[in-house]
């Protein structure tokens, strides 16, 4: 057997052209305390990266730092650059606000706006003045909806309240909601895991076809869910970045032991 | 290998693997059996070969089905998903194995007295040489060693040469006297089904280097690293 038990962190595969974003030599740190580790990666456009890995090993803390959300949490600090389409993202001149709307995020638990389905999505366009008219607005809403595979559900009762849908529906109105403002990467944390196995896997088909637009980041806790629906998978541990590579090899024949030991199940 | 933290998922594996080398062992001794009936044209020897088939199958069937079960109720990844892939494949090679082995003890009830010692003794080495390369074969899986299997890969070339020179002498013995073609043909199929029994050994030393490794050797005379 090749010895797999090295620890030093993996040279990441180099950036190219098809890198939306870059992340070199990121450390996060929460107060005194330090999450994430000289994690270096690049995350490709137009393709599905899965952040894998036990609890607690920093995959939430690394996703936030892609579109600022570390920012707005106390203590928290983050260093190294990460490089979206040649510029890096923490740069004072760069509106936080601004990039969100262009890095959008999914949480794990759906989080609409107490206000209508239609309000939901057109709150966003709104405040970014993408729409000129009712009119617009109502056209964003309905792609936005047809886009999440959600607008034959709530076309008849746009005007009754998010909250009011199902689980699954709620979180298909808060892809609807992320894609309204024309992203261009969308984060997702664990976005399924509140979900029944068919609104699953609507949400994951959803994301095979965001894929051929968009640059998807998505962290789960199902093995079988990143191997579906990823094209490359990043396995953290312990605030390292510890294997990163197509997602078939590292499910098939991973070289680092632990990510073999992690995703077979066994005692790291 | 360290423990699955669901440890009825290792004991699975471990029946798993367990049930595939009982196999093997069941292959190894038919085929022994097989050939040292030609030799020593001992019937009684020769059924029981065959009745031996019938527990192969049976076996087949268990280690298919536990690869189902295993794939549908636990979803193995990695080494684990290439074990339990390796399995199905291993499963009906030595199936078939025992199968060549059957046939073989079939033709067994043909031979005569009369019949050549050369030709016999060659089929015994032959015999042992086969039955030698599946134990490695097996030894390699129960090590998942990749070295091993390899140089199983390698030797099938010794058994070829043996068949090649075997196959000239029986066609020269066979053609000596024709009245006896009959009988002496089946020494043909003999030697036959015991080459057939080789390249089956290089099938399971490559799905065993495939599941110690991920690696996939596809012809045997593509170079080996
Ligand atoms: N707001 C915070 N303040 C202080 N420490 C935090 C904060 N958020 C996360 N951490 C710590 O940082 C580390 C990484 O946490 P993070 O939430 O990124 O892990 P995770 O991989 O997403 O885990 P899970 O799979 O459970 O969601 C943990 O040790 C956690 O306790
Ligand atoms: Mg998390």
């Known amino acids: 057997m090749l010895d797999k038990t090295e620890t030093s962190q993996p040279e990441s595969a180099p950036s190219d052209k098809d890198t939306k974003i870059d992340c070199r030599h990121i450390d996060v740190f929460y107060g005194e305390k330090q999450a994430i580790f000289d994690i270096s990666m690049p995350i490709r456009d137009r393709s599905v990266t899965a952040f894998i890995g036990p609890s607690g090993c920093g995959k939430s803390t690394f996703l936030r730092c892609m579109n600022r959300m570390n920012d707005t949490i106390d203590g928290a600090r983050v260093e190294g650059e990460i490089i979206m389409d040649g510029a890096d993202i923490n740069d004072p001149t760069v509106d936080p606000v601004l990039l969100r709307s262009r890095v959008g995020m999914v949480f794990q638990k759906p989080n609409p706006f107490p206000k209508s389905i239609f309000d939901n999505i057109a709150y966003g366009a709104r405040i970014h003045g993408l729409a000129s008219s009712k009119s617009d607005l109502e056209n964003i809403v309905e792609t936005s909806l047809v886009r999440a595979g959600l607008w034959d559900e709530v076309k008849d009762r746009l005007a009754s309240p998010g909250t009011g849908l199902s689980g699954g529906q709620q979180q298909r109105l808060c892809i609807a909601r992320a894609i309204a403002v024309n992203p261009e990467v969308i984060l997702m944390d664990e976005p399924c895991s509140a979900l029944d196995p068919i609104a699953t896997a609507r949400i994951e088909e959803l994301i095979d076809e965001l894929r051929e637009q968009y640059c998807l980041v998505i962290v789960t806790h199902s093995m079988q869910q990143a191997a579906r629906v990823s094209q490359n998978t990043a396995f953290f541990h312990l605030g390292k970045l510890i294997e990163m590579g197509e997602t078939e090899m590292m499910f098939t024949n991973p070289s680092n032991q632990r990510t073999q030991d992690y995703i077979t199940g066994r005692f790291g | ?225």
Not at chain 2, 30 to 54: C, F, K, P, Y
Not at chain 2, 68 to 93: E, H, N, W
Not at chain 2, 107 to 127: F, H, I, K, Q, W
Not at chain 2, 170 to 193: C, H
């Open chain 2, 1 to 225: 290998m360290t423990q699955h933290i669901v440890t009825s998922f290792t004991d699975e594996l471990e029946h798993l693997s367990a049930n595939l080398l009982r196999m093997g062992g069941l292959a190894e001794a038919m085929i022994r059996d097989a050939s040292r009936a030609v030799v020593t044209r001992d019937n009684q020897l020769a059924r029981t070969v065959v009745e031996r088939d019938a527990e192969m199958d049976q076996l087949e069937i268990e280690c298919e089905r536990d690869v189902v079960r295993i794939l549908a109720l636990r979803q193995p990844m990695a080494s684990d998903l290439r074990m339990v892939i390796g399995a199905i494949k291993l499963a009906g090679t030595i199936e078939r194995i025992g199968d060549l082995a059957k046939n073989i003890a079939h033709r067994s009830l043909a031979v005569t007295e009369a019949d050549n010692r050369v030709a016999l003794r060659g089929v015994e080495r032959m015999g042992q040489a086969v039955s030698r390369q599946l134990h490695t074969a097996l030894d390699a899986y129960s090590r998942r060693d990749a070295i091993a299997a390899i140089s199983v890969i390698e030797q099938d070339d010794d058994i070829d040469s043996h068949y090649n020179s075997m196959l000239k002498s029986m066609l020269v013995y066979m053609t000596e006297d024709p009245d006896k073609l009959d009988t002496r043909s089946n020494f043909l199929f003999i030697v036959k089904n015991l080459e057939r029994i080789g390249d089956h050994c290089t099938n399971i030393a490559k799905a065993v280097h495939y599941i110690a490794t991920g690696q996939q050797i596809r012809s045997s005379n593509e170079p080996l690293r």
